[in-house]
C-alpha cells in the first residue's frame, strides 16, 4: 500500500493558476502509474490526468487537455499537476491514485491508493 498527501489547493480567480502536489510514501512510487482525479458533490469522481511509470506518457480528459499539466518526479516520490487558465467548473476536490497494474485506463476501478484529497475553489 501506498499512502498519498495531496497539497496545493485553494481559492483562486479565473484565469489563474494552481499547482497541486501528492506525496507518496511507503511503496515502490516509481514503478505505478498515476493519476488525477476530481470530484463534485453529487457527482462521480472524474478522470482528470494520468502519466505512466515507464516513459513519462500522458493522458487528459477533454475538458482539461491544453491547460492542466501532469508531470512526476520519482527521486521525490512526487506526482504535480500543473493548472493554468482555471475556469470555475473546474471547482473540485482533487484526489491523486496509483495504477499499480499497469492499466492506464480512466476509470477509477483500476486504482488502489487514494489520498484525501485537496479543495480547489475557482471563482468568477
Known amino acids: 500500500q501506498v499512502q498519498l498527501v495531496e497539497s496545493g489547493g485553494g481559492l483562486v480567480q479565473a484565469g489563474g493558476s494552481l499547482r497541486l502536489s501528492c506525496a507518496a510514501s511507503g511503496g515502490t512510487f516509481r514503478t505505478y502509474n498515476m493519476a488525477w482525479f476530481r470530484q463534485t458533490p453529487g457527482k462521480e469522481r472524474a478522470f482528470v490526468a494520468g502519466?505512466?511509470?515507464?516513459?513519462?506518457?500522458?493522458i487528459y480528459a477533454d475538458s482539461v487537455k491544453g491547460r492542466f499539466t501532469i508531470s512526476r518526479v520519482n527521486a521525490k516520490n512526487t506526482l504535480y499537476l500543473q493548472m493554468n487558465s482555471l475556469k470555475p467548473e473546474d471547482t473540485a476536490i482533487y484526489y491523486c491514485a496509483t495504477d499499480p497494474r499497469g492499466a492506464f485506463r480512466r476509470e477509477t476501478y483500476y486504482y488502489r491508493d487514494w489520498g484525501q484529497g485537496t479543495q480547489v475553489t475557482v471563482s468568477s
Open positions: 502519466i505512466s511509470w515507464s516513459d513519462g506518457n500522458t
